[in-house]
């Protein structure tokens, strides 16, 4: 994967002291795969006893219908990676990416990374921090269940106080299409731990539409 834009300067050796936001349990799902959003993918309806690829957007009328093909069949989503800065024309096909301002304009380039897998796997804050707001984000194609949270992390960016004291910096980290229960409890000002369990997966319902 190419590398990502890096304000904050953190280093390899910082990395390894952040906790995993998912774990791949590969007992119970394929090996992870990382997606390329910038080409359009297979459109496999479930209506035709097709199963959508990961990273799909699911028209809500279809919602019903693929959860219950899905429990039925025991299939299971696969853990899948989306990449950061990838430009998605053919993936943002709701009203949610076009600019209102004048309708025609559409943002088309994603600026985060997706981690995609089972329903109801655990999702785990990468480091301590507190929650700065959480709620549910409905229209479809949004992040449905969303937490944020503010962490603050040692920066390696030259201090304008040059008093020897190491600087810190806040970062915002956006976990999104989580399921309704992890939203339940997380006032802003909440204290979290990295490694903590913070939310789950979400089904269709409650995560945006995505499969």
Known sequence: MEAYPNPLRITEEMRKDFHPVV???????????????????????????????PGSLIPPDQWALLTKERKKSKAVIPFAVGRYDEDRRHMYSSDLFVDASNGSDARTVHVGIDIGGPVGTKVHAFADGVVHSAGFNSEWGDYGNVIVVEHELPSTMPSEDDDGKSSTAKIYALYGHLDAGSIRGKKPGKRIKMGQVIGRMGDLKDNGGWY
């Open 23 to 53: 774990v791949f349990d590969t007992k119970k799902s394929e090996p992870y795969t990382v997606m390329d959003f910038t080409k359009r993918q297979p459109d496999e309806s479930p209506e035709d006893g097709g199963r959508p690829s």
